[in-house]
């Protein structure tokens, strides 16, 4: 295992996408939900289009189509990225109903790619931990601190209205307090790891990477770096983002990644927290029942959010509207 901490070779590693793959990772994860090895060289077959029978008219037209020739889990990563990027949303989803199911599904029941907006929407809901992680740690921290919690309210209670809207240009581009709230987050509460496995050799500023080598880059101890963000470095103190507005696009902070597999749910994972956040605020009065905020469980790995050990109580009202 070679680990890797300096901020010039983290980048080159999310570079190198053609030598450092992040595939033996998935399939050792996949293997812990029993899927069996067939299925797997099956996901991670380039050109999967050579699996398909001529014969076979319910063949999958799409990986057949491609020209990239994509494993089907890679394939499946495109469209992902596609969607977060908010645009062809609807057309994908009907041509690969169309490509994987055959017209036939559109003829059972033509609303199908309508469920499958809803079976996305909870799939990411369950896959994707972190954004509802960092709600946790983010709304733990407004509502144990009655300054935060005043600011925080006032400024977003302008994006939200009693008919239940949220105005997402002015929570995402007009609260400052909520903006420095988010990064001090990501910044305490992430612990991203970045594995990689080398492919093919290759080279990270001069050092050689071998066939087979695992790469490690840890980003939590540059996160909790006095020397970039003050001794205060291991304490939430939203003030350091508000002062200094260069410091969430400092090399050493990068709790979404970055280079070429940078987070495409970024935008949304900002959005969901922020709409979380203001309305909570908007629409409950919380009282804090011990008024401790549980600690963080560095010994559990992560691949991104950090999850509380313990719980919060609250007491939660609906305010007048
Ligand atoms: C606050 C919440 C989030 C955090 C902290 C986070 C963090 C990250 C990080 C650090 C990476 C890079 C991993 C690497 O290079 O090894 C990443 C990649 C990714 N994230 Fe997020 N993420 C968040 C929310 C989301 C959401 C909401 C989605 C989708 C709905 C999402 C989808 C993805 C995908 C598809 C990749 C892989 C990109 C690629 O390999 O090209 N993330 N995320």
Redesign the pocket.
Known sequence: MIILISNRDIAT??RD?AALT?DPVIQQFITTLDISKKTQETLFRENPASMVQRENKFASLLVKEDPMHHAFCHLQ?EW??Q??SGNMLADIVFSATKALFGSEMLEVDPRFPEFYFGFEEAA?KI??N??H??CFWTISHIITSPSLLASVRTETSKACSPSGSVDLTILTNHCPQLDAIWHEV?RLY?A?????VAIQKTSINGKIINKGDQVMSP?RQSHLNRELFGSDATELHPERFLKDKKLANQKGY?????????????F???Q??YTLVALMLYRFDIDVEDGSLPTVNAAEPS???MRPMGNIRVKVSARKL
């Open positions: 590693t999310w996408t992040f990563m992902v990225k969607q977060l990411w896959s994707n972190n954004a992680t960092i990501l992430t991203v790891s970045l594995i990689r980003t990068h709790p979404l990644g970055g280079g070429n597999t940078y987070c495409p749910g970024r949304l994972a900002k969901e927290v691949l991104g959010a």
